[in-house]
């Protein structure tokens, strides 16, 4: 049975679209420690595409556990931050909350591919403001949580594009609305069965959607807040006036990192990231690319140490089951940020590209190109599986992905040489 509220249900003050594992185990986990501290801060989230989630947790009166799952053992504690889930594909809830005017936060994560052109984001962000402007609400902040370098700026321009056509709409969104660019970070895996079954020994509760998580966790803010905000920072969340030199700490380390891991570990038979690191060769790749990556981050090396030493024992935690495979979708839309952008500083500072940076391209062309026709989980990716696995050389296959993913990088042919070399010696081994 669900267990009662410790507290009264908040009042619904935050929206939140994409009622995924990681909203629950980090905007509602610092909401619910603003609430711990006083705060009175109810979440409305919203299912971006399947309505399982909101089915799932409307049946357990939206609470759930979350479960911090360390090296050495589990610490759960049951979320209440959540007041009302919804089924998204129903509009008039989703439009009644942006507009009222009590609701003054509306967070995000609806995954990379979510902000792609044509995908539905962009698109029902604008229907709620358009529901607020209508209703004369006033500002409200609309927060992107989602691994994009400069996501408030991304989800802002995709925004004032679709409202183009309705210049008072368009005129109240650019003056009223604030967009906030986010970095955030906490290594949470999609639940399992096996997981729902260790939080019922827990906690004698039967919970169907409980989320693990691990301890770690940092959240960094740029943006301002027209109807207030959570007291997020008493879980330690902070407000700077520049995000990018945290979005690419985060972007060209660990989650560069674990795009390796997922390519690479993928071909070599790994599962999960704790597997791929415990193995030498990944290993040693890994290390290599953190070299290469590390050149154009703004931060000495005292602070890049510390942010690789607290990697390599986050990646090491076997107890986190993070499948590489569900990193490893949607690379069309991951590598960008997490690979030619760091290969773009190296450029930049007339550097060659590294090795290990090729070779998650070279990795992802062989996971696409070798991955079931019909299994690969990349909506971006187009026709480019077909035509990596028609392609009949490593060299056509590296230029296939460097003009895919970077079409400014094509004229680089030492770019390109590097990803062959790089293929070739990947089918070599896996043959
Ligand atoms: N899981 C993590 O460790 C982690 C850490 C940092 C950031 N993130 C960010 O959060 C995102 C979601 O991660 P998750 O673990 O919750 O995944 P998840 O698979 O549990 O949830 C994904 C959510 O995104 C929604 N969604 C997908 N496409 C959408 C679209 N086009 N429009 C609207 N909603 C859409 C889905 O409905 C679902 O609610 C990631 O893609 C990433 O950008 C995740
Ligand atoms: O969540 P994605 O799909 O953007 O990427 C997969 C992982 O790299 C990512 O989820 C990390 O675990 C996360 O970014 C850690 O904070």
Known sequence: MTPPRRSARHPVRVAHLGLGAFHRAHQAWYTQLAN???????????????????????AQDALYTLVE??????????????????????RAAWRATIADPQVGVLTLTVTEAGYRPGASAAARV?????????????????VSCDNLPRNGDVIRDAVLALAAPDAA?????????????????????????????????????????PVITEPFTEWVLAGTFPAGRPDWEAGGARFVADIEP????????????????????LLRGRTTVAEAVADPALRDELERLWAEQRV????????????????RDRFANARI??????????????????????????????????????GVLGAWALHLATTE??????????????RLRDARTPSDRAALVVAALAPDLTERTDLVALIADRIASLQGAHA
Do not use: C
């Open 296 to 311: 154009g981050l703004p931060f000495d090396d005292a602070a890049v140490e510390e942010a690789l030493a607290a990697l």
């Open 373 to 386: 026709p019909g299994s690969v989980r990349d909506a971006g990716a187009g026709d480019l599986p077909a």
């Open 169 to 209: 709409l368009a005129t109240w969104i650019r003056t009223e609305v604030a967009f906030v660019s986010t970095m955030v970070d906490r290594i949470t895996p999609a639940t399992t069965d096996v997981d729902r079954a260790e939080v019922r020994r827990l906690t004698g509760w039967d919970d169907a959607a």
């Open 246 to 265: 945290f979005e690419r700490r985060k972007l060209w380390l660990l989650n560069a990192g674990h795009s390796l891991l997922a390519y690479h570990g």
């Open 126 to 142: 604008l229907d709620g403001l358009a529901a607020r402007h209508a209703a004369g609400a006033g500002g409200i902040a609309v």
């Open 69 to 90: 799952r360390s090296a050495d053992g589990d610490a759960p504690r049951t979320i209440e931050a959540l007041s009302r889930v919804h089924d998204g594909a129903g």
């Open 36 to 58: 711990d501290a006083g705060g009175d801060w109810g979440i409305a989230a919203f299912t971006g595409r399947s309505p399982e989630a909101a089915r799932v947790l409307s």
């Open 321 to 358: 089951e993070h499948r590489l495979a569900q990193i490893a979708t949607d690379g069309s839309q991951k590598l960008g940020p997490r690979i030619l952008d760091p290969l773009r500083a190296r450029f930049a500072e007339g550097r060659p590209p590294g090795s290990a940076q090729a």
